[in-house]
C-alpha cells in the first residue's frame, strides 16, 4: 500500500530535451549572427550575397533583427551563409596537408 501511494506522488515526467550537437547553431544567437557576418562581409557585402533590403537600405542590426525573425526564408540563408563563412575561417585557419607520393619516398 505504500508502494502505491508513492508512485501515485511522483510528478509526471518532463519532457527530456534533445541534445543539439550536430547542430552547428546550437547556442549562437541571431544578433551574433548577423553581427559577425557585417563584421566579416560588411553591409554592401552583405546585400551582394543575399538580396534582401534589410541589408541595402538603410541597414542596422535590429532592423535586420526585426526582419529575419519575421521571415524563415530569409533567416535560413543567413545562417547558410553564415556557417559557410566559418567553414571558410576554418579553412584559412588550418595549416596546408604536406603531400605525400603515392608510393611513400619524396
Known amino acids: 500500500m505504500l508502494q502505491n501511494t508513492l508512485m501515485s506522488e511522483a510528478?509526471?515526467?518532463t519532457s527530456i530535451p534533445?541534445?543539439?550537437a550536430r547542430n552547428p547553431l546550437h547556442g549562437i544567437?541571431?544578433?551574433?549572427?548577423v553581427t559577425e557576418?557585417?563584421?566579416h562581409y560588411g553591409w554592401p557585402g552583405l546585400a551582394q550575397r543575399i538580396?534582401?533590403?534589410c541589408f541595402a537600405?538603410?541597414?542596422s542590426v535590429s532592423s535586420s533583427l526585426k526582419f529575419l525573425r519575421k521571415?524563415?526564408?530569409a533567416r535560413e540563408k543567413?545562417?547558410?551563409?553564415?556557417?559557410?563563412m566559418l567553414r571558410k575561417k576554418e579553412q584559412k585557419s588550418r595549416p596546408a596537408a604536406k603531400a605525400t607520393r603515392k608510393y611513400g619516398y619524396e
Open 11 to 13: 510528478p509526471a515526467p
Open 18 to 20: 534533445v541534445p543539439q
Open 29 to 33: 544567437t541571431l544578433e551574433t549572427i
Open 37 to 39: 557576418l557585417e563584421a
Open 51 to 53: 538580396n534582401i533590403r
Open 57 to 59: 537600405s538603410d541597414p
Open 71 to 73: 521571415t524563415p526564408w
Open 78 to 84: 543567413v545562417e547558410s551563409l553564415y556557417l559557410y
